[in-house]
């Protein structure tokens, strides 16, 4: 089968035709923006790929078109398979109808850690020896890619909660079917598609209407929209995870000042495995005990699973150093929310002591855009020492009125260029500086560690 993907680069998307190619389909795609690192994964399995939108890829005509949810109406090459009568789908659609059914999916749904879960889950069932499937919107450095057709019977896959395309306005997650399904946390975000909360909570509930009542929920217990998702009907039965609840199944004890690099597994009360690893924060170690209740579903002892996890190595993008010059350490965080942001900044403060942290924060999701959070992330950076805030022209709310109660530990940028020149005067030894945005910030990254190696030149 010819299968042709528009919004190929996108992480899901090239997952998706990595998938299908694996499976012994004929693969190609476009995309708006075709470039590494995707474009050398793709190119690698030998799949074509085209700059743009234009009709004119639609020959040789495809069997089948797979359309990304950044496609629209008025695009040439949609305007083109709808007039010439293409069989076309979404990704959520294809990947359910020619990989999912047979298999026992597991799937982590929630605003935050769905990447960190789902690599922690497939890691252990990897080192369990079931070769599982996987689709992931990161990548986990035990694979060192973001996707697997893998073996049967099991396939582990990031739920996400955006809608599933231009003519499918449904959660993608609705599509999978899960037999085991973690919920990991629930808060509004994707402004540019859900009204409120509330319609959030609504695409999770149709989430929970698909899993059979011989599977299983993995729920955070400490999470209130989660507790009213499940009061809207359930018909799986759940158990929960917490590190402050005593009655749920999975808990968690942490080594007294360890900033949660070392922890004992607690299943119903009973100590179940110690983790012993290099990530930081309570929101990982939740991560944890979620990986291991769902991988407990499909057979895996905790105390296996616990050895599992001390050696994952991460994900990329999730606080991963990307390097030290003249003692200044800079990360690389995905966090784009203002719960992931504080939870970021005060796992990094439990470990780093006294020394100084410095956040740089790009607004660029669409909520982020749309201004929704605006209120809540000075006190989201108050772990910091600093802030530094790309605050561009365009962004379309007054940014610098929203840090006001950081006062002189804020400070603002219009250009990255701008940004990168006077953080590179302000930091020292010592210093952790953590750069936070989910997308590519412009090279912020690769132009501070440049910065940083001229500073340090004799």
Same mark, same amino acid.
């Given at each position: ?43 690698? $399995? ?25 496609? !629209? ?32 999916? %597991? ?14 889950? +497939? ?11 996987? @689709? ?49 946390? %629930? ?12 319609? /959030? ?5 149709? %989430?929970?209407? !698909?899993?059979?009542? +011989? ?25 929960k995870f917490s590190l402050t609840q005593g009655d749920a199944e999975w808990s968690a004890r942490v080594d007294p000042?360890? #900033?949660?690099?070392?922890?004992? /597994? ?22 944890? @005990?979620? #990986?291991? #209740? ?8 905790p105390a296996r699973a616990a050895a599992a996890l001390c050696r994952f190595l991460g994900v990329k993008r999730r ?41 740089? %924060? ?7 855009? $749309? ?43 219009? !250009? ?20 936070? !945005? ?21």
């Amino acid at each position: 089968m010819h299968v042709h993907i528009l919004g190929i680069a996108g992480t899901f998307m090239g997952g998706i035709a990595a998938i299908a190619k694996a499976a012994g389909h004929h693969v190609t795609g476009s995309d708006l923006n075709v470039y590494p690192p995707m474009s050398t994964q793709l190119e690698a $399995l030998g799949i074509e790929l085209t700059q743009g939108y234009g009709a004119g890829q639609l020959d040789p005509r495809p069997d089948i078109v797979v359309v990304g949810n950044a496609l !629209s109406r008025g695009t040439a090459v949609i305007e083109a398979m709808l007039d010439r009568g293409f069989e076309y789908t979404s990704g959520p659609q294809w990947l359910a109808e020619h990989v999912l059914r047979p298999k026992h999916v %597991l799937a982590v749904a929630g605003t935050h850690g769905k990447t960190t879960t789902t690599s922690m889950l +497939a890691w252990v069932l990897e080192d369990a020896g079931l070769a599982p499937g996987f @689709l992931i919107g990161g990548v986990p450095a035990n694979f060192g890619g973001t996707a697997r057709l893998g073996g049967q019977p099991y396939f582990v896959i990031e739920a996400d909660e955006y809608d599933t395309a231009f003519f499918d306005k449904r959660a993608k997650f609705v599509h999978y079917r899960p037999r085991t399904v973690i919920l990991n946390n %629930l808060e509004y975000d994707h402004a540019d598609i859900y009204p409120d909360v509330a319609a /959030i909570r609504w695409q999770f509930h149709q %989430l929970l209407r !698909s899993v059979p009542a +011989a599977g299983r929920v993995i729920v955070n217990a400490d999470d209130a929209n989660l507790a009213l998702t499940l009061r809207a009907g359930c018909w799986t039965p759940a158990e929960k995870f917490s590190l402050t609840q005593g009655d749920a199944e999975w808990s968690a004890r942490v080594d007294p000042g360890s #900033a949660c690099g070392r922890f004992e /597994i607690v299943h119903r009360g009973r100590s179940a495995g110690t983790v012993q690893w290099s990530l930081l924060g309570e929101h990982n170690v939740l991560n944890a @005990l979620a #990986a291991v #209740a769902a991988a407990h579903q499909v057979g895996i002892d905790p105390a296996r699973a616990a050895a599992a996890l001390c050696r994952f190595l991460g994900v990329k993008r999730r606080m991963e150093s990307r390097g030290v010059i003249g003692g200044v350490t800079v990360y690389d965080d995905f966090a784009h929310h203002p719960t992931a942001i504080e939870t970021t900044l005060r796992g990094l403060r439990a470990r780093v002591g006294p020394a100084r942290i410095i956040a740089v %924060l790009e607004p660029r999701s669409n909520t982020m855009k $749309l201004g929704v959070h605006r209120d809540q992330l000075a006190a989201a950076l108050a772990a910091a020492d600093q802030s530094w805030i790309f605050s561009p022209s365009d962004l379309g709310w007054d940014v610098k009125s929203a840090f006001t109660s950081l006062a002189q530990r804020a400070h603002f940028g219009a !250009s990255v260029d701008s940004l990168v020149a006077g953080l590179v005067t302000e930091v020292a030894a010592g210093d952790h500086v953590v750069v936070m !945005s989910n997308g590519g910030f412009g090279g912020f990254h690769d132009k501070l560690l440049a910065a940083l190696q001229t500073r340090e030149a004799p």
